[in-house]
Nanobody, 126 residues
Framework: QVQLVESGGGLVQAGGSLRLSCAAS????????MGWFRQAPGKEREFVAA????????YYADSVKGRFTISRHNAKNTVYLQMNSLKPEDTAVYYC???????????????????WGQGTQVTVSS
């Protein structure tokens, strides 16, 4: 069992930055691949970024590539999402998730994840 708690969301102006954190419980954090998803009102949950258990491999949605960076600190049981050059369309609830293993989509679909956090709101004003 893995419990995930996100933090770091808030209100920021367009062009600004935020860093989200996701703290995981349990000693098995290192064995999980981690991902960030987001969901805006009236829209489906969409993939943002993912990172392998070792941190060596990272994956991004095209919409955030070059602006967002996912990283993890296994000793602290924490995964991060550094978000720069934020745009109003980045406004959403952001969720972190843990996957024991990825399926054929390589961690890009919600169905591949076993555990989810409660989400943190990110609002970008224009």
């Amino acid at each position: 069992q893995v419990q995930l708690v996100e933090s770091g969301g808030g209100l920021v102006q367009a062009g600004g930055s935020l860093r989200l954190s996701c703290a995981a419980s349990g000693r098995t954090f290192i064995s999980y691949a981690m991902g960030w998803f987001r969901q805006a009102p009236g829209k489906e949950r969409e993939f943002v970024a993912a990172i392998s258990w070792s941190g060596v491999n990272t994956y991004y949605a095209d919409s955030v590539k070059g602006r967002f960076t996912i990283s993890r600190h296994n000793a602290k049981n924490t995964v991060y999402l550094q978000m720069n050059s934020l745009k109003p369309e980045d406004t959403a609830v952001y969720y972190c998730a843990a996957a024991a293993s990825y399926g054929s989509s390589g961690g890009r679909t919600p169905e591949e994840y076993d555990y989810w956090g409660q989400g943190t709101q990110v609002t970008v004003s224009s």
